[in-house]
């Protein structure tokens, strides 16, 4: 049995993740790069960073700050700390990016998105950097989109965030390449390390498949730090980690645990909570973690949440606003996110909803549309005296996309990001070059959930369950599963540009719906 916690009062697990001690580091925002040519502008030219390094500072989607840099750029090294992280996004499919200082250099290939590299400065004084393929907007030409830059003097850190790096890199090779049998861990993993939840302890909300999912929920592990420790590379080379539980995560025991280990080395931990288990003890937690946290409400008001919920309205806008309000102090962190299912119901209410949100001070609202689930379709029931007709409150996507528009003309006017889940899911998963599957989630992002291993979040029946996954070998059992018979074959079928039969049967997914509502298009225009 392998020691949990040593002499010294240190985790296994927190020995088996590296997590180091604190050693010197400096961090720049993209907000702060401005700043560090003014405050260094022996070695910057001013007018050079304005000019030729670095364009004006952008929002993404409300979300963080970035600037554009020239296809060249240049950083002062301060202290000429050994190690650099940098928070970017690349555009093309692929690229590289070159690192020059104190007479060496280091080349590196990019995947197309958000990510995060750690290189070494060389100790030298300034850095230079080159972008392979630029991108080119109206004729001007840029390089990356900088969120930020943090010096440092962690080997472990770098060694581990290099590795992340290259396997990303090589993953999304495998994606592009339509590969069966991925060598490689998907840089995206989804986790489920809550079982319990305080409402439906009481009654679960009326929409939630809460039964069907507990069904399959039946045996499997406990998702405890020391489990994720024992994923080996499928944790460990995961540049995002996001709690998929049917569940509560704040009501675990180990969430301060969890918290400490999936945000280790700046990566982004997210879940989604019903907002009621965010008292003072758990704000207090997540202040200052580079966490996201994602609150369902679906009302405008404490009548209407109760249709769906229960009674305590209330106490989430007031959960939510204190969050808020302290997390100001911690670098506006965790991210504060809400999301709105659109029924027949509430459609009336969204605008209210926005008005509220943008009063509380969250940093977006999401809205998204009721699952297509045969464990939940056609259900009928009364929720705290109000009916609830499942098929009645779906919305038809002509429907939603008239909400859709107001609700992305609200935002704009109030400033608040706004997205629509329907719209952007098939966004962030379509291929995007030329020939590449036609959709990334069964390669990049690993879905390993207490409901068994699925092969995206629209998906239900596991393609591996946890009683035919090796436990004592985590790892290899892990790999074992994400390659098994069924996810060939379902990798197989998209690579070759089709939907093979697990896809068909899914009809949450909206690739699947924007593929059948083309085929009945042609099936009706060839009529
Ligand atoms: C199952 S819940 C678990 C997390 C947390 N207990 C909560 O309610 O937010 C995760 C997300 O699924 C959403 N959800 C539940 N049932 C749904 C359904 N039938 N259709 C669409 N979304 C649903 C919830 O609104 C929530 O945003
Ligand atoms: S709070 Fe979340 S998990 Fe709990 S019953 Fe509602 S939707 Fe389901
Ligand atoms: S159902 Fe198929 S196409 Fe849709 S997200 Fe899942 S794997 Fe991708």
Redesign the pocket.
Known sequence: MRPKTDEGGRSWWRDQLGLAAETPSARLSADAIYLLGYMTSKAFDLGSVETDTFFDLEDHDGDFSFRWTHPRFRLKVPDRLPFVTLRFASLPASNRLTLRGAGHAIDVELPNGWQTLDLPTFEADEIEFEVGTVFSDGGVERGVMLRDALFHADENRHRRLFARHQNAVRNAAEYRAGVVVLETAPPRIRITTSKT????NEK??V????DF?KDLERGSPDQTPEFLARMGRYFHDAMSVTDC????VPLERHFEDVLVVTTEFDRNFEF???G?MLSPKVRAKLLGKAARVHV?IDSANAEGYRRY?DHRFDLIVRNLRALCEERKAGGKLPQVFVSFIVMRSNRDEVADFMRLMADVGVDRVTFRDLYREPSINGLRAIHYGYSFDYETERLSRPELEVVGGQCLALGDELGLSTILEWREFSRNVSPAVDKAPICSEPWQTAYLLNRGIMPCCYGRDPIATWETIDQSDLEAGIKAALNSAPMQELRRDLAAGRLGSYCEKTHSCPIVKARMAEDEEAKLAAE
Do not use: D, K
Request: aromatic content about 14%; charged content about 10%; proline content about 0%.
């Open positions: 939840c305080n409402i439906a679960a909300c929409y939630c498949a809460w999912t539980s049917y569940g509560e989604t909570s019903n009621q369902s919920r």
